[in-house]
């Protein structure tokens, strides 16, 4: 991907994001190629990578388990096998420092994203966020990297109190609009707070925050119509489609076990639709 590409997929995606009359920006998320190329095809206009998913496919557990290499090399398959702009899911930057993690930033830029995922979870047993003023100097160690590499790159800014349970429940909003609004000012351009199912809780942070919410959409949150309505800007869908397309390959594997029967690929994307799919996306993003 050449760099004027790369810059005009960013521009794009950044304006998605400032765009206050626009319906939520609905970033699935991605494991591999072929997902990615699936998710283009049905019109979507932009994916985040799984980094759950991602470690899935490789055999690996969520959580930086995988090398940061190995993660970015299949972020730069997905990123060069799509003309949509694609967000990488860098976890907690691989890196205790700053300087961790504007070198994983580099790398992610260079590997053609235009967004990145960041998140403040540990598996610290003593605390599990990160502290919050660590986390922002990570963020602005991020912005630097991106604007010294002249890309106006969209960084999500994570923080996992309701993902994590953190603290006293109904500490639980405040808490996470002072962590979310902190890294806006160092440099976010949306803020993530998975784990909020109901809509009062949603409209409290959409009303506390000083950026765009990104909800992390599931069978228990609200349909997207209705995030809207609360003010969401974005909804992506973490490991979701992976683990259920695994589920589904589990009901594949009961089947041919204790029944001997194949039913249940039915629903399988016809052999010469999937060719013609990957064959057409190769020839028009493939340098």
Sequence with gaps: MDTDTQRE??????????????????LPNSWDAASTIIYEAAGLEAVGTSSAGIAAA?????????????MLAVVSRIAHGVGIPVSADIEAGYGDTPDDVAGT???TIDAGAVGINLEDGTD??????MDTHRHSEKIRAARKTADEADLPLVI??????FWRDVGNEADRIEHAIERANEYYDAGSDCLFIPGVTDAETIAALVDGLDGPLNVLGGPEVPPIPELNKLGVA????GSGPMRATLGYLREISTALNDEGTYHQMENAIPYSDLNALLTTSRNHHTE
């Design 124 to 129: 610290n047993s003593e605390s599990s966020l």
């Design 9 to 26: 997929l960013a521009q794009t995606f950044q304006n998605r994001h400032t765009e206050t009359t626009a319906d939520p920006l609905v």
């Design 105 to 107: 930033v580099r790398k």
């Design 156 to 161: 999500n800014g994570r923080t996992d109190v």
């Design 58 to 70: 490789l055999g690996v557990p969520d959580g930086e388990h995988l090398a940061r290499d190995e």
């Design 234 to 237: 974005r909804v992506s869908v």
